[in-house]
């Protein structure tokens, strides 16, 4: 490590204490943010794939990707995971919730029964030594490849169950690359599948794969056109799964991959994914569902009023109370990942404004959570050099 880069940890590692130790840029009602990841801390080399929930507690759930080797996407990762108690001002020790234990495991998507309030986290794993390059080729050996496992917590996230493999629940044959969201998953609270008469919500994860080439393909599988999106569901706690829609047009056009989820006030299920260097202008698409993510109405299409989204994750919330807006949150610049940006729709996902831009330096991917009534929260990649020094967590006031 240079001079350079330990000076760098350094300075992270300062700002971290100082947030922890007292509610910085107070607000009213709580702090402005804090930084619950800072990257060479804890024995991760680097923190990446933010996802956060509320529980029904009103503890805040920030989950990441804890990578120990560097900022690569496979290798040697947990999903981690730290616990605020006053709404994302100060956090809890570090906990590992999926020990890779020399493999990858990541992809958090976790998702709070609102009836019940079990936490259920779906994530994914493989081999350590496979990339998602090698997996999309099928060269990752002859074992499962990507597979999908499902966690559930009943005393507010302090523990969680070991994971429980679902990939022959929620994989079709011929598919190899796999990935939940990332970000939270969607506990459906309107229409036939909300919680009543003693039965939990459905619980939606929205996903993405990718397809093997057609017999006598001179392609290697590799190629962006083999992504597609899909979505698991359970109505049950978590206990069994099912696939619902299945993108696989596999045209070029758009090329659906890492893909969130919100439940408008009418009941549908909005569906916002990354476009992966599709041949479509934009680089945001979106769908609708009619029946709790089994189908959607038509195909993904683009959101042209997302265009100055780069190619990137992206996090999508319904907010809460009446008149309130439909959110997104992404990188604000077309070229690169920088200036998370924080956009409002108010016409059940046609339109989106963006409201503001949280901070000019580098940053990628991100997730937004309702923490009361008027008031968000948004954890997201974020340093001074590079996307991936730090997961700051940000509250802000709707207007």
Same mark, same amino acid.
């Given at each position: 490590? !240079?001079?350079?880069?330990?000076?760098?940890?350094?300075?992270?590692?300062?700002? !971290?204490?100082?947030?922890? /130790?007292?509610?910085?840029?107070?607000?009213?009602?709580?702090?402005?943010?804090?930084?619950?990841?800072?990257?060479?801390?804890?024995?991760?080399?680097?923190?990446?794939?933010?996802?956060v929930v509320t529980s029904r507690q009103g503890t805040v759930l920030a989950f990441a990707e804890?990578?120990?080797?560097?900022?690569?996407?496979?290798?040697?990762?947990?999903?981690?995971?730290?616990?605020?108690?006053?709404?994302?001002?100060?956090?809890?020790?570090?906990?590992?919730?999926?020990?890779?234990?020399?493999?990858?495991?990541?992809?958090?998507?976790?998702?709070?029964?609102?009836?019940?309030?079990?936490?259920?986290?779906?994530?994914?794993?493989?081999?350590?030594?496979?990339?998602?390059?090698?997996?999309?080729?099928?060269?990752?050996?002859?074992?499962?490849?990507?597979?999908?496992?499902?966690?559930?917590?009943?005393?507010?996230?302090?523990?969680?169950?070991?994971?429980?493999?679902?990939?022959?629940?929620? /994989?079709?044959?011929?598919?190899?690359?796999?990935?939940?969201?990332?970000?939270?998953?969607?506990?459906?609270?309107?229409?036939?599948?909300?919680?009543?008469?003693? /039965?939990?919500?459905?619980?939606?994860?929205?996903?993405?794969?990718?397809?093997?080439?057609?017999?006598?393909?001179?392609?290697?599988?590799?190629?962006?056109?083999?992504?597609?999106?899909?979505?698991?569901?359970?109505?049950?706690?978590?206990?069994?799964?099912?696939?619902?829609?299945?993108?696989?047009t596999h045209d070029g056009r758009t090329n659906t991959n890492e893909t969130g989820a919100a439940?408008?006030?009418?009941?549908?299920?909005?569906?916002?994914?990354?476009?992966?260097?599709?041949?479509?202008?934009?680089?945001?698409?979106?769908?609708?569902?009619?029946?709790?993510?089994?189908?959607?109405?038509?195909?993904?299409?683009?959101?042209?009023?997302?265009?100055?989204?780069?190619?990137?994750?992206?996090?999508?919330?319904?907010?809460?109370?009446?008149?309130?807006?439909?959110?997104?949150?992404?990188?604000?610049?077309?070229?690169?990942?920088?200036?998370?940006?924080?956009?409002?729709?108010?016409?059940?996902?046609?339109?989106?404004?963006?409201?503001?831009?949280?901070?000019?330096?580098?940053?990628?991917?991100?997730?937004?959570?309702?923490?009361?009534?008027?008031?968000?929260?948004?954890?997201?990649?974020?340093?001074?050099?590079?996307?991936?020094?730090?997961l700051e967590f940000r509250r802000l006031r709707l207007p």
């Amino acid at each position: 490590m !240079t001079p350079r880069s330990r000076s760098l940890l350094a300075c992270l590692a300062l700002l !971290t204490s100082l947030t922890a /130790r007292s509610p910085a840029h107070a607000a009213p009602g709580g702090c402005a943010s804090s930084v619950p990841y800072v990257a060479g801390q804890g024995g991760y080399a680097v923190y990446r794939i933010p996802a956060v929930v509320t529980s029904r507690q009103g503890t805040v759930l920030a989950f990441a990707e804890g990578r120990r080797s560097g900022v690569a996407d496979s290798g040697d990762i947990d999903v981690v995971l730290r616990r605020s108690a006053d709404g994302g001002c100060t956090w809890g020790p570090l906990a590992v919730v999926a020990a890779g234990q020399g493999d990858t495991r990541g992809n958090p998507a976790p998702v709070v029964d609102p009836r019940t309030g079990v936490i259920v986290l779906v994530t994914c794993a493989n081999s350590g030594t496979a990339t998602e390059t090698q997996i999309m080729r099928g060269e990752a050996g002859p074992g499962p490849g990507r597979r999908v496992f499902v966690q559930r917590s009943g005393d507010d996230g302090r523990h969680f169950t070991a994971p429980r493999d679902i990939t022959a629940q929620v /994989r079709r044959p011929g598919w190899r690359w796999y990935a939940t969201g990332p970000g939270h998953a969607l506990a459906l609270t309107r229409g036939p599948h909300s919680p009543g008469g003693g /039965r939990p919500s459905r619980l939606l994860v929205p996903a993405d794969h990718s397809a093997a080439p057609p017999a006598g393909s001179h392609d290697t599988g590799r190629e962006d056109r083999y992504y597609g999106g899909h979505a698991l569901y359970s109505d049950d706690l978590g206990h069994t799964w099912h696939l619902g829609f299945v993108d696989d047009t596999h045209d070029g056009r758009t090329n659906t991959n890492e893909t969130g989820a919100a439940q408008l006030p009418d009941g549908r299920v909005y569906f916002s994914a990354r476009d992966q260097n599709g041949t479509a202008p934009g680089n945001r698409l979106e769908a609708f569902s009619r029946d709790g993510g089994r189908t959607l109405d038509r195909p993904f299409t683009v959101q042209p009023a997302l265009n100055a989204v780069p190619v990137v994750q992206g996090s999508v919330l319904q907010a809460r109370g009446p008149g309130a807006p439909l959110l997104f949150s992404a990188p604000s610049v077309p070229t690169a990942r920088r200036a998370l940006a924080l956009w409002a729709g108010r016409d059940a996902g046609r339109t989106f404004t963006r409201l503001r831009v949280l901070s000019d330096r580098p940053a990628a991917y991100s997730d937004l959570v309702q923490l009361a009534p008027g008031t968000i929260g948004v954890l997201y990649e974020t340093g001074v050099h590079s996307p991936y020094e730090s997961l700051e967590f940000r509250r802000l006031r709707l207007p």
